[in-house]
């Protein structure tokens, strides 16, 4: 079992950064992809990056320039650094883990809670 926990989310205005984490415990990550997803209210997951064993990052197109995925094994996490940020990312951020490699909320094994990023304009 992996439990995963997410921080760093919180308000911050338009054109602002924050920087989340999520760290794993339970298992090393070594082995796994790691997403993150966010989701609105009453809106499906929706993907927003991730990066896979080999530490080469995938991006969704809606934050592509803007948002930096990056995984430190030996502290067992997974960041995402987020700039230029636009009211539209304003969500519940997910960190996902998976031993395969895509994109689909559905091919994730484990996941954590959540933490709020909140964009006002």
């Known amino acids: 079992q992996v439990q995963l926990v997410e921080s760093g989310g919180g308000l911050v205005q338009a054109g602002g950064s924050l920087r989340l984490s999520c760290t794993a415990s339970g298992r090393t990550i070594n082995s796994y992809v790691l997403d993150w997803f966010r989701q609105a209210p009453g809106k499906e997951p929706e993907f927003v990056a991730l990066i896979d064993w080999n530490s080469t990052p995938y991006y969704a197109d809606s934050v592509k320039g803007r948002f930096t995925i990056s995984r430190d094994n030996a502290e067992n996490t997974v960041y995402l650094q987020m700039n230029s940020l636009k009211p539209e990312d304003t969500s519940l951020y997910y960190c996902?883990?998976?031993?395969?490699?895509?994109?689909?909320?559905?091919?994730?094994?484990?996941w954590g809670e959540g933490t709020q990023v909140t964009v006002s304009s």
């Open positions: 996902a883990a998976a031993t395969g490699y895509g994109i689909s909320p559905k091919n994730m094994d484990y």
